[in-house]
């Protein structure tokens, strides 16, 4: 056999031992920074427990908003971010701080509040609308105000809706996307939440939604894609750039995706996996605007 012939055939056969989870890495640790959102509804357990089986990694999770979560990829502190703010990802992108950026899956956006509903804003279909009926009525408005992917998404519904919010009626919590709900559940304010965490929580709160997302054929703009991106190895060479790519791989696999497909949390499906396609995808590898 030729010596290149021979090389390829290595390099095949290492690749398919890792597709069938034969080889172990020996103790290795994968450090992620994610989203509250995904961590709360127990999703990322659930996937780092077969991602670690197959390849005997020890799986970090850091969960922060998207905001701080980037923020930490920035600083060489994780291998790899799974967030959900298209926007904040491509700035991450332009900055050269990250590479290989992929679609994942997604779910939606809900406005939630208090049964009696003060700003009358139940069954609207738009959030544009429901924003200034509830600025109108001054009813309590919760924000998480932490930069995260909610956070962020829920300021530019404001923008959208033509209001900018003030106290005392809109307050923010500064914490995560489980904690501000429990909180604005005992205030008795509206809050906007990802469907996922409010599901998983939804047994623990007085709290109901009032304006739906796409998913349940509400508001477009309440759609929620989620992003998996590795630190970029020019600008951290020390981070486990290889886990990362094999922990990518693994989230838009045929398995990482089953894995999202078939996840329940009290009999309802919380994300809907979007990875796996016919035809290429290559706007989700770049900065949306790129060509421009």
């Known amino acids: 056999m030729r010596p290149m012939k021979r090389v390829v ?11 069938l ?23 990322l357990d659930r996937l780092n427990a077969a991602f670690g089986e197959r390849f005997g990694v020890m799986v970090k999770v850091i969960a922060v908003g998207t905001g701080a979560a980037l923020r930490l990829a920035r600083e060489g502190n994780v291998d790899l971010v ?3 703010a298209r926007a904040a990802e491509d700035e991450f992108l332009r900055g050269g701080w990250g590479i290989n950026r992929r679609d994942v899956m997604y779910n939606d956006f809900v406005l939630v509040g208090p049964p009696d509903d003060p700003a009358g804003v139940g069954g609207l ?17 919760l924000s998480r105000g932490d930069d995260s992917g909610t956070h962020k998404r829920e300021l530019s519904l404001w923008e959208v809706a033509g209001v900018t919010p003030d106290a005392p009626w809109y307050m923010e919590s500064g914490k995560g996307q489980g904690d501000n709900l429990v909180q604005a559940s005992l205030m008795g304010a509206y809050t906007l ?15 109901l ?18 992003g998996v991106i590795a630190v970029n190895p020019a600008v951290y060479p020390n981070r486990n750039y290889i886990m990362a790519m094999a922990y990518i791989g693994f989230l838009t696999s045929p398995e990482g995706q089953h894995i999202i497909e078939e996840f329940r949390v009290n009999g309802e499906r919380l994300f809907v996996p979007m990875a796996l396609s016919r035809e290429p995808r290559f706007e989700q590898y770049v900065p949306q605007d790129w060509r421009r």
């Open 125 to 141: 279909k738009s959030v544009a609308e429901a924003f200034r009926r509830i600025a109108e009525s001054r009813a309590r408005f």
């Open 9 to 19: 055939v290595l390099v095949i056969g290492l690749w398919s031992l890792l597709a």
């Open 209 to 226: 939604v009032l304006v739906e997302g796409p998913l349940n054929g509400g508001d477009p703009l309440l759609m929620n894609p989620y």
């Open 82 to 84: 799974l967030v959900h």
């Open 21 to 43: 989870g034969q080889v172990a890495w020996g103790g290795e640790e994968l450090v992620i920074s994610t989203t509250t959102s995904v961590y709360d509804t127990g999703l």
């Open 193 to 207: 939440t990802d469907r996922g965490t409010f599901i998983s929580l939804q047994e623990r709160l007085e709290l």
